[in-house]
């Protein structure tokens, strides 16, 4: 188990990209997220409804305090009742535990 003392000091383990297999597994774990584009651009996407413009924003609202909070920061389309959320790591050209750390995490604002 790693000391909680010496990650604040040594800040969070370096992020990597998941293998194909490792996606596929992860995905699981996530209902209603699905693989979006490829090679560099890949991600996990999902579309979240709402019954008008302000919830809307509300959770996008919510959803930027999550991503500040994580500093990982995802692509948002933000529409009147629609919010389509793609996550992917930037750093690693592809999707790594933190891009499914924040799935579920956005999920659980609807919970």
Request: charged content about 25%; overall charge negative.
């Amino acid at each position: 188990m790693t000391d909680p003392l010496l990650q604040v000091r040594n800040g969070p383990p370096p992020r990597r990209a998941l293998t194909p297999t490792e996606i596929v597994r992860r995905l699981a774990d996530v209902p209603g997220w699905r693989l979006s584009g490829d090679g560099e651009e890949v991600a996990i996407e999902r579309s979240f409804r709402f019954a008008n413009y302000y919830e809307t924003i509300a959770f996008v609202n919510a959803l930027a305090f999550v991503a500040h909070a994580l500093d990982h920061h995802p692509d948002l389309s933000v529409h009147y009742n629609r919010c389509d959320v793609r996550w992917r790591t930037h750093s690693v050209h592809g999707i790594s535990d933190t891009d499914f750390e924040c799935a579920t995490r956005t999920d659980g604002l609807l919970a």
